[in-house]
Every structure is written in structure tokens, then in C-alpha cells.
């Protein structure tokens, strides 16, 4: 199993409140992933990053914010949760990023409640 | 605007029997399909992929036939055991020159129920 730390598991916040998720990764990949999960649309990617401090936007980034300062961590931030952000995070890693066919390795995820 | 669509939510189908699951793309650039197996409480794990040069790949129990004219790929299980049971994503990524940096689509998932 690919080296992927989430944390934490569970969640449950208040509206407003800032949350921040966690990803390390013991395999030393240069490419992470935030994706999210929610029923009818698979999961979405949130931010990349393809490498220490770069960093880019996904398809539904709006009202999330990431970081990566070391190779083996990926910050997930909600900087004012809303109960639209509920979901199942999920985090992923690749060696190659898209150079060569190979595929992403997934965390067991986080799920976020907002009340 | 879902550029990958698993249409079937679900499929059931008996032990020792063929489970076939569908996925439709309508982006042209996508060159390198996946397939994901997931169950509860876990993160998706990598299944099965295929590369656009190719039309169908091999795994065991597995196989991945990919239709580049049709937009359409799927994913033969033989023979299905209960263990199969799970939610079953088709992803894809434009892969050509690196430039997407390897980012996935997903489809929207179909729950494989295998009846003992």
C-alpha cells in the first residue's frame, strides 16, 4: 500500500469555523492531489501540487486554499467552512504527475461534516 | 458538464457470472483511462488502467476494453466473486507533454453488487 497519511478521519465543525486537513506521504512523490467526494459526481479535484510550494487550482477550488512547504505534506484549508463544503476528502499521490502513464494513489480519506 | 459518465448507478449480477461496467467520455484529449475499485470507509484503489494506443488490456480477472471512435470504454470482471462488491470509478487525464500534470476526471461511480 502506497504510504498515505490522512488526518484527521473525522470531522465535525461549525459554520465559519476554519478547518485545515492533512496529507503525508512516506514514498517522497512529487505530485499530490485534494479531491472531493460527494454523491452523483465522483470525485473532483480541489488543488494540485507539483512540487514544494507550487502549486495550482482543480475544478472546484473556490473557498479552499492548499500548501505543500515539504515533499511529504499537502494542507487542505477551508478558510470559513460552509455546509456546502461537507464532504469525503480524499488525498493522492503520483510519481510521474502525468509524464509517463501511471497511476495515483489514493489516501482512505476524510470525512468533513459542517453543522 | 461531466466529460466522463458512468450512466449505470448500478449493476448486480451473480457469482461466476460476467459483470461488464460502462464509462463514456466526450474530451478527445484524454489519452490514459483508469479504473478505481473503492469500498466503504476506504480510499479508491487503482484497478486497471489503459493507454489511448492501445484497445484493450489484461489483468486476471480484469480487463479493460477501450473504443476510442465510440468515446467509450469498459471494464469486464470474469468470473465475479462477492469480494468484487464495491463502487466501481472510471477516471481519465490528458497525459500528452506532461502539461496537465497528470490530473484525473472521474465519473460519477456504479455500486458492483455480486450476489453469492
Known amino acids: 500500500d502506497a504510504g498515505i497519511t490522512q488526518s484527521p478521519r473525522h470531522k465535525v465543525t461549525e459554520t465559519g469555523t476554519p478547518v485545515t486537513l492533512r496529507c503525508h506521504q512516506t514514498e517522497n512523490h512529487r505530485y499530490m492531489y485534494w479531491y472531493r467526494q460527494d454523491p452523483g459526481h465522483g470525485l473532483r479535484l480541489i488543488h494540485y501540487s507539483y512540487g514544494v510550494k507550487d502549486t495550482d487550482k482543480g475544478e472546484v477550488s473556490d473557498g479552499y486554499s492548499v500548501s505543500r512547504s515539504k515533499t511529504e505534506d499537502f494542507l487542505l484549508t477551508l478558510e470559513s467552512a460552509t455546509s456546502s463544503q461537507t464532504s469525503v476528502y480524499f488525498c493522492a499521490i503520483s510519481e510521474v504527475g502525468g509524464w509517463g502513464n501511471q497511476p495515483q494513489h489514493f489516501g482512505d480519506g476524510t470525512r468533513l461534516s459542517i453543522l | ?116
Not at chain 2, 48 to 56: L, Q
Not at chain 2, 92 to 105: D, P
Open chain 2, 1 to 116: 458538464d461531466q466529460q466522463v459518465k458512468q450512466n449505470s448507478p448500478s449493476l448486480s449480477v451473480q457469482e461466476g457470472r460476467i459483470s461488464i461496467l460502462n464509462c463514456d467520455y466526450t474530451n478527445s484529449m484524454f489519452d490514459y483511462f483508469l479504473w478505481y475499485k473503492k469500498y466503504p470507509a476506504e480510499g479508491p484503489t487503482f484497478l486497471i488502467s489503459i493507454s489511448s494506443i492501445k484497445d484493450k488490456n489484461e489483468d486476471g480477472r480484469f480487463t479493460v476494453f477501450l473504443n476510442k471512435s465510440a468515446k467509450h470504454l469498459s471494464l469486464h470482471i470474469v468470473p465475479s466473486q462477492p469480494g468484487d462488491s464495491a463502487v466501481y470509478f472510471c477516471a481519465a487525464s490528458v497525459n500528452a507533454g506532461g502539461t496537465s500534470y497528470g490530473k484525473l476526471t472521474f465519473g460519477q461511480g456504479t455500486i458492483l453488487t455480486v450476489h453469492p
